[in-house]
């Protein structure tokens, strides 16, 4: 125990935290977007969207050796866990390293790491309130924007990003999301001390093509919704996703 709580409040062990809850937040991004495409795949036979067989499979999954829904709420928690603590530590942080400022004339490369760290503070800010937003808005359904039906995906997103505002504000939010995950990527390569000058072009190169494609594959979400470009929502027995 006493390891732990001296790893947690030391500098290193901070950034240690903040890198491995990121991480596991990117995984999640990656596993969220994948199944997001989902819904340029169509329908099965029955006429049951692709996406909403997807969000039925991840309520399911682990049965009969785990109650339904158990597996998601294991993640849902790991999740949380992450977010909070992964804000706890980057405030602790970016506290400790005002104090350790030194006062007076500063050069210009200090005042580039701190607008970095204001940058990740402002757009981190922004994703934990679109967290939120997000969480009411397709999770819950407590939003007044579109339709909303429990497990009907497809038509939730159809009806939601009928409106171009709602659709803009997740594409925005989208892009500076690409912007922290990048700085963060490449925080995380170098808190994992995986940064070397031999290897950091390929790095950055990686930390570039991961973000683009996760913004990009977010974003043509709304974006095809948003120009008519998908077809309408059809109606089908929500009984057909009850095995
Ligand atoms: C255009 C971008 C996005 C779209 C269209 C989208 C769509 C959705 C939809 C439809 C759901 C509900 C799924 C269900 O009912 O099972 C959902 C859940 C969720 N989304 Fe997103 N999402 C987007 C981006 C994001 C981002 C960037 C984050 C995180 C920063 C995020 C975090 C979540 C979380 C935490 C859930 C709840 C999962 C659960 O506990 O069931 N989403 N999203």
Same mark, same amino acid.
């Given at each position: 125990m006493n390891r732990i709580t001296t790893l947690y409040s030391s500098t290193i062990g901070k950034k240690f935290i903040a890198a491995v809850t990121g991480l596991i937040l990117f995984g999640f991004l990656v596993g969220h977007v994948a199944g997001n495409l989902k819904v340029f795949t169509g329908s099965t036979e029955a006429g049951v969207p692709h996406v909403d067989e997807y969000g039925h499979f991840l309520r399911i999954v682990g049965e009969p050796f785990l109650p339904k829904m158990a597996a998601l709420w294991i993640a849902r928690i790991v999740l949380l866990a992450s977010v909070a603590l992964h804000i706890v530590v980057v405030v602790q942080l970016a506290f400790r390293n005002l104090e350790a400022r030194p006062v007076g004339y500063v050069r210009s490369k200090k005042s580039a790491s701190t607008l970095a760290a204001l940058w990740m503070m402002f757009s981190g800010s922004l994703i934990a309130f679109f967290i939120v937003f997000h969480l009411l808005h397709?999770? /819950?359904?407590? /939003?007044?924007i579109g339709e909303f039906q429990h497990g009907a995906i497809y038509k939730n997103i159809y009806s939601s990003f009928q409106n171009p505002l709602i659709s803009l504000f997740y594409v925005v939010v989208m892009g500076v999301l690409g912007f922290h995950l990048y700085h963060g990527v490449w925080s995380l390569f170098q808190t994992l001390g995986i940064d070397n000058p031999d290897r950091n072009k390929s790095l950055r190169m990686f930390a570039i093509i991961a973000t683009i494609g996760i913004v990009v594959g977010f974003s043509l979400v709304p974006l095809s919704f948003m120009t008519g470009m998908m077809p309408e929502p059809i109606a089908y027995d929500p009984a057909l996703l009850s095995h």
């Open positions: 397709f999770t /819950l359904g407590a /939003l007044p």
